[in-house]
């Protein structure tokens, strides 16, 4: 067993940090406030060969896969969640491409996110199916004037990156609207060009600001049979994209707990009080010492899931260990974040400290891709499957 990270590994951790430092840190605040997509980050994440990580070589990606873009966002994240999650969104719309796409849909859609020339967003929740998955109203029917395509029609919301992207990975019932059977759900890939498809209201959130979350709209959209991803009844290709994308999301929560604690570290060895400083209480040790094994177990956590993922390791047996990993760095994320307000005090509520950012950023980690409460399910159903066992 191997701790270490390899000279590979090793590298892009390093010329992340200092694109991160150099270039996301002194945005992020600005972007926080604006709300405006930030196409300098954009251009220096391509430019920095960020956007194809999780990519295979063959569609112009790196192949540095999950774990790569793992670390690569938990720098990004110290400093902005924003700027995390345009990374993210390089692999999750295009990861049930990778596991079940045709060869001619991965030679088609992916170079494009790779080099950065076009953008892609994810869309499975609506308004009445969030975790409720089966509960989704958007319906597939086949099309009569194209054998083996589809008529897309619904609403699609929370999607992030809906008004940038230039085509989506949709999930859509391709049977009974009211069906609950997992064969009647099924992906596609539509077109942002293509009649018919059009952004909707976009949200106005507490936090992440910067990339936008809105509605995906479908009216009588013809999806050609090319476009179907894997087979029709794909609602278990959702649950394997989901389930990949576990490691990168902790990802998020990690890098947002170490920025966090690292800014309040510095501020309480600075503040003085009664004649010391804040950080020569015992108590407020106590609270950093805390909050740092916290860290380094969600830390060994996340790169775990993300090294069985990358393996292929995210089908049913191994979700307790992915899920572990989701929930524990993004709870963890809500706690350091409230932890950096605290030992800030008043100062850490007020805008000119980025404590209250992070405290806003830090719980869309918790709801995004299975919120806590789905996790804490999937754990248990783990448990009690003895998939997560100990003899």
């Not at 049977?175 to 498809?197: C, K, L, N, Y």
Request: proline share 4%; charged share 20%; net charge negative.
């Amino acid at each position: 067993m191997d701790f270490e990270l390899s000279p590979e590994l090793s590298e892009l951790q390093a010329s992340v940090r200092r694109l991160a430092q150099d270039k996301v840190k002194p945005r992020a605040r600005a972007i926080d406030a604006g709300s405006e997509y930030p196409d300098d980050i954009f251009a220096a994440f391509r430019d920095a060969g960020l956007l194809g990580l999780c990519l295979p070589e063959d569609v112009g990606g790196s192949g540095a896969g999950i774990f790569g873009l793992s670390l690569a966002i938990e720098e990004v994240a110290k400093y902005s969640n924003t700027a995390a999650l345009m990374l993210l969104l390089t692999r999750l719309p295009t990861g049930p491409v990778m596991i079940a796409g045709s060869e001619e849909q991965k030679q088609r859609y992916l170079p494009g996110v790779a080099d950065g020339s076009q953008r892609a967003a994810f869309g499975l929740s609506e308004a009445q199916a969030g975790s409720d998955v089966m509960g989704m109203r958007t319906r597939a029917t086949a099309d009569p004037g194209s054998p083996g395509g589809w008529v897309l029609n619904g609403t699609k919301c929370w999607m992030s990156g809906v008004r940038e992207a230039d085509w989506y990975t949709v999930f859509a019932k391709t049977s009974d609207p009211a069906s609950r059977t997992h064969d009647s759900v099924t992906a596609f890939i539509v077109e942002r060009a293509w009649p018919g498809v059009a952004v909707g209201r976009i949200d106005h959130k507490m936090g992440v600001r910067g990339v936008d979350t809105g509605e995906l709209v479908l009216s009588d959209v013809h999806v050609p049979a090319e476009n179907v991803i894997g087979e029709i009844g794909g609602f278990r290709l959702a649950m394997l994209g989901l389930n990949s994308m576990r490691p990168v999301v902790a990802a998020r929560g990690i890098g947002l707990a170490e920025g966090a604690l690292m800014y309040a570290t510095e501020y309480v060895q600075q503040r003085a009080a009664f004649n010391q400083t804040i950080a020569d209480f015992q108590g407020i040790q106590w609270e950093i010492a805390k909050c740092a094994v916290d860290i380094e177990a969600a830390r060994l956590l996340t790169y775990r899931a993300a090294w069985l993922a990358d393996r292929g390791k995210f089908t049913k047996e191994w979700v307790p260990y992915l899920s572990v990993a989701k929930y524990h760095a993004t709870e963890l994320a809500v706690r350091a974040s409230g932890l950096a307000v605290q030992l800030l005090g008043a100062a850490g509520y007020m805008e000119e400290h980025p404590t209250e950012q992070w405290y806003r950023d830090a719980k869309q980690l918790t709801i995004v891709e299975g919120t806590s409460q789905v996790q804490l399910g999937l754990i248990a159903r783990g448990v009690l499957d003895r998939d997560l066992w100990w003899d």
